[in-house]
């Protein structure tokens, strides 16, 4: 079991973000450096305490961390007590209607997946899974989450 803050929230539920990046941005830089670039975002630009994702997907599948799984992160106001937020790298000019593969990669489809899956292991019992467009009004991450989840791998 996950428990987040000091009044130890338990997880249960993952929320699905993009970076809203295009999929040239820093090309030919390692995944550590995208991370480092959106945490500078978030840290200077926006002056929170840490990146305010909790795993970080870039184009060819890699998958780093951003702000630890024991910690409340930012990535949907209201809603990040208790939920564990996922960007995947990419996602610039992407419509809640796009298909997740209008605007990223079989490798990302398959580490998150397989993401979901391993962070499903660590709640344990039931977890939700949705997108930021449920709770806000944005593209973030750019498909519907659910419909995509139940489609299968591709
Ligand atoms: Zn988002």
């Known amino acids: 079991m996950i428990y987040q803050g000091r009044a130890r929230h338990p997880v249960r539920e993952v929320i699905v973000h993009c970076s809203a ?6 090309h030919d830089r390692p995944l550590a450096d995208k991370v480092a670039e959106i945490r500078r975002w978030h840290v200077q ?4 305490r840490d990146i305010g994702y909790h795993w970080i997907i ?6 780093m961390a951003g702000r630890s799984e024991t910690e409340i992160g ?3 106001a209201g ?13 610039h ?3 809640v209607r796009d298909a997740f593969a209008d605007n990223f ?16 292991g660590r709640v344990g019992g039931s977890m939700a899974l949705s997108g930021h467009n449920q709770y806000a009004p944005k ?16």
């Open 58 to 63: 870039d184009r060819d599948g890699a998958v």
């Open 74 to 76: 930012a990535h949907v």
């Open 79 to 91: 809603h990040n007590a208790g939920t564990i937020g996922v960007s995947l790298i990419g996602g």
């Open 93 to 95: 000019g992407s419509g």
């Open 105 to 120: 990669t079989p490798a990302q489809d398959a580490a998150l997946r397989r993401l979901i899956e391993a962070i499903k």
């Open 139 to 154: 593209a973030c991450p750019g498909f519907t989450v659910g419909t995509w989840y139940a489609g299968g791998a591709a």
């Open 21 to 26: 990046t295009r999929p040239s941005w820093f």
């Open 45 to 48: 630009d926006r002056g929170w």
